[in-house]
């Protein structure tokens, strides 16, 4: 299953590295099973708005918050003088991850996997390069949600299950690499195959014990 950012969200986003753009928050939320939420936020300034404004965007659909996509939700948030368009995007799988990096130019996935009850992370950023979309970049917050106590990292701040990276602009590739522990869940199917062969048995008890009471 292929997911796509909101038409509108990468317009703004085309349109923002021609003119430049201010700032980017990223977050990726990963489950143990693979599954999570990605969440891509743009900060514009107040002159930032009104010059993309002028390219036929009103001021009423800027962020296109009433677009209704599956999985997908959009949002517009005032933070100072600040409009940030944030999209939020559901994942079922690590695949499902994968084909939304790809989305974005200038994103290298060296390693995304869980394997042996670890996951790992290794992601590279292009900053510099003029057909990637962080080349414009003036301030990138790239933050991750382990799905479980981190192991190894690279990253500038760690705050339990979380790691931030702050890569400095125009700095060139910046490589993203963490590994932490994947909790298993339970099993439930051969837990449960185990729970029905001992229910088979005590039934079959009870009616050996009826069968003898009849006699």
């Excluded at 038409?7 to 753009?21: D, E, Q, R, T, V």
Aim: hydrophobic share 35%; charged share 20%; aromatic share 8%.
């Amino acid at each position: 299953m292929k997911i796509r950012f909101s038409g509108k969200f990468l317009l703004i986003s085309c349109i923002f590295l021609l003119a430049g753009c201010h700032k980017l928050e990223a977050t990726t939320r990963i489950n143990p099973n693979g599954s999570g939420e990605l969440q891509m936020g743009i900060g514009f300034s107040a002159e930032e708005r009104a010059n993309l404004e002028k390219q036929n965007i009103t001021p009423q659909a800027f962020c296109n918050t009433e677009q209704k996509s599956p999985n997908v939700t959009v949002t517009e948030e005032q933070r100072g003088e600040e409009t940030w368009c944030i999209n939020t995007t559901s994942f079922k799988s690590l695949d499902e991850l994968r084909g939304l990096y790809q989305q974005r130019p200038g994103i290298t996935i060296n390693r995304l996997e869980i394997k042996d009850g670890k996951f790992y992370y290794d992601v590279d950023i292009d900053t510099l390069s003029e057909n990637s979309s962080f080349s414009n970049l003036t301030e990138i917050t790239w933050t991750v949600v382990m799905p479980g106590t981190p192991l190894a990292h690279n990253a500038d701040e760690a705050n339990g299950n979380t790691l931030t990276w702050k890569p400095a602009p125009k700095s060139g590739i910046v490589n993203l690499r963490a590994e932490s522990e994947a909790p298993r869940g339970f099993v439930f199917p051969q837990c449960g195959a185990t729970l029905a062969i001992f229910g088979i048995l005590l039934i079959q008890v009870k009616r050996r014990k009826q069968n003898f009471g009849s006699l």
